[in-house]
């Protein structure tokens, strides 16, 4: 069966489309790759044919001529917390918006699926890449990362690569600091994973604001997550458990807090009246659950604006031009108190 440009059906070429048009092959690559003059006549003549057969260019044929796919990257440890599915969905409505297309790893904290992942896309001529709350250590896969893919690391700390954080430890600390003032001397700390340094961070600001304000740091109180369990739930089951259980808690992001409601409803405790309760991240549904989550507001929307603004600007550099020292930046945090604290019983 033929279609309107006299080849087998669905199979639509680049000379079609010249023929159709009435224009050289190379017209037609100057309008699918926007380089090039080409006068807007002409330019309409093509876009109708383009358009009138459901061209699909080649990307793999035109990016291994122009050494452009407009195909980038993003990493997250756990697509399920609501932090990172924020975060991928404002980025890719910006990579969208310039053109470029993205494609996702879900990498479930396992370092086979980031290494999959980096080859695929060196294969596919990808342009950039956005590892959040990420850090590799594979010295091979960061070679790669560092020779082949424009890379930005997102609450992440990577030696030798733009990075952008929040001020993790401020605000850990501001946190802890206020349910002391509450009254709270028994506070617990739950979701640290030691091997990334936004957890390590924030561990650093409760121990430093119980340091200083002459409390004791009880192990026991610090709840570790090894990429496994609902550590928001059984976590917070565990510390209820102790002989002296915490009178408040400090979670690592919102989304261990949330689950930690339905762990504290299970023993027939009310949050804000007998534990009280501060996440970390400020996610739109914590002003919403009830009681209101007390948390440290990290501004997502604006740290994916940063972080794809930075990514751009690294792709349209031209060859040597590019800035010889990385780049480390911090974004402020502020805590929003609601009502899931308050002085303990």
Do not use: W
């Amino acid at each position: 069966m033929k279609n309107v440009a006299g080849t087998t059906e669905n199979v639509v070429t680049i000379r079609d489309i010249a023929k159709m048009a009435n224009v050289s092959i190379g017209t037609v690559s100057r309008v699918l790759n926007k380089s090039g003059y080409v006068s807007k006549a002409t330019k309409r003549n093509v876009e109708k044919a383009i358009a009138s057969t459901g061209y699909i260019p080649n990307v793999t044929a035109r990016s291994m001529v122009s050494k452009k796919s407009a195909i980038v990257g993003i990493i997250v440890p756990e697509i399920s917390n609501p932090f990172h599915s924020e975060f991928v969905t404002y980025a890719n409505r910006i990579f969208n918006q310039e053109g470029f297309s993205v494609l996702l790893c879900n990498s479930e904290y396992d370092s086979e699926n980031i290494n999959r992942f980096i080859n695929d896309l060196i294969q596919r001529n990808a342009e950039g890449l956005l590892v959040v709350s990420t850090e590799p250590e594979d010295e091979t896969v960061l070679k790669k990362m560092n020779m082949r893919l424009e890379t930005v690391g997102v609450c992440a700390k990577i030696d030798n690569m733009d990075c952008i954080n929040f001020t993790d430890r401020q605000g850990a600390f501001d946190a802890t600091k206020y349910l002391i003032t509450l009254g709270h001397k028994r506070i617990a700390c739950v979701g640290v994973a030691g091997r990334l340094s936004v957890s390590r961070e924030r561990l650093r600001g409760y121990k430093d604001a119980l340091q200083g304000h002459g409390i004791e740091v009880n192990e026991q109180y610090i709840k570790t997550y090894e990429g496994t369990e609902n550590i928001g739930f059984n976590g917070t089951l565990a510390l209820l458990e102790l002989d002296a259980p915490p009178t408040a808690i400090l979670y690592i992001n919102d989304y261990y807090a949330i689950n930690a409601y339905s762990a504290l409803s299970s023993k027939g405790l009310k949050v804000g009246r007998d534990v009280s309760v501060c996440g970390f991240d400020d996610l739109p549904i914590a002003g919403l659950i009830n009681p209101p989550l007390t948390s440290v507001r990290s501004d997502i929307k604006g740290l994916a604006e940063l972080s794809t603004d930075l990514m751009l600007k690294k792709l349209h550099e031209k060859k040597g031009q590019k800035e010889p020292e990385t780049k480390k930046i911090l974004f402020a945090t502020h805590l929003i108190k609601r009502d899931s604290t308050a002085p303990p019983q």
